[in-house]
């Protein structure tokens, strides 16, 4: 048990809708990172909250947006789904400073989009 | 650009047996270099982590080295069991771009009873 929470575990979408991901981390835990993991490969950051601020991205497009709030609860937002964005999607909390410590990850959300 | 490679894709070997899983990485700049371990269904779990000063860390059966010059980082889980089955991920924090983790693709790992 890693006391980071993800819902919903499992979702369906078609193409072109919206969809959000949420994610509750462990109190005290000020950062949280999205990834995206599809089949049999290594996950992919997506972007990094400390402190309600985004303060790392990697390589995806603006359609997919996130929201951390006080009490250390978050949030992904993709927009205009794409088939390719079906995948497992993490999320991980981190006490402090992500340069070393261990990051805490959630069971995921597994989306398929049809 | 960062690039981490796992070796191989897939291992199945007897339970008892000591084995070695390995992970490449393209750039020597790195903060830390994670093992995660990853069971069908659910999330991560860290399972041990390496600062970039270090040269091992260990844990119950688990003992994993990294060797920054060379690129290199191996897990070695003594007296494999059953349950030791899982995909096994390592991962090494950048120093630059706001300390993201790369990731290599997995080692698929079973231990036959």
């Known amino acids: 048990e890693t006391g980071v929470t993800q819902s919903p575990t499992h979702l369906i979408k078609t193409r072109g809708q919206q969809v959000t991901l949420r994610c509750s981390s462990q109190s005290g835990h000020n950062t949280v990172s999205w990834y995206q993991q599809a089949l049999g490969q290594g996950p992919q950051f997506i972007f990094q909250?400390?402190?309600?601020?985004?303060?790392g991205r990697g390589n995806f497009p603006p359609r997919f947006s996130g929201l951390q709030f006080p009490n250390y609860s978050s949030e992904l937002n993709v927009n205009a789904l794409e088939l390719d964005d079906s995948a497992l999607y993490l999320c991980?909390?981190?006490?402090?400073?992500?340069?070393?410590?261990?990051?805490?990850f959630g069971p995921g959300t597994r989306l398929t989009v049809l | 650009k960062q690039e981490v490679t796992q070796i191989p894709a897939a291992l199945s070997v007897p339970e008892g047996e000591n084995l070695v899983l390995n992970c490449s990485f393209t750039?020597?700049?790195?903060?830390?270099l994670q093992w995660f371990r990853q069971d069908p269904g659910k999330g991560l779990t860290s399972l041990l982590l390496i600062q970039s000063s270090q040269r091992e860390q260990t844990s119950g059966r688990l003992n994993a080295s990294l060797d920054k010059s060379s690129g290199r980082s191996t897990l070695y889980i003594a007296a494999s069991q059953p349950g030791d089955s899982a995909t096994y991920l390592c991962?090494?924090?950048?120093?630059?771009?706001?300390?993201?983790?790369?990731w290599g693709a997995g080692t698929k790992l079973i231990i036959k009873p």
């Open positions: 750039d020597s700049a790195i903060y830390n």
């Open positions: 991980a909390s981190t006490l402090g400073g992500v340069s070393t410590d261990t990051q805490y």
């Open positions: 909250y400390y402190r309600e601020e985004e303060n």
């Open positions: 991962a090494v924090r950048l120093v630059d771009s706001n300390y993201q983790l790369i």
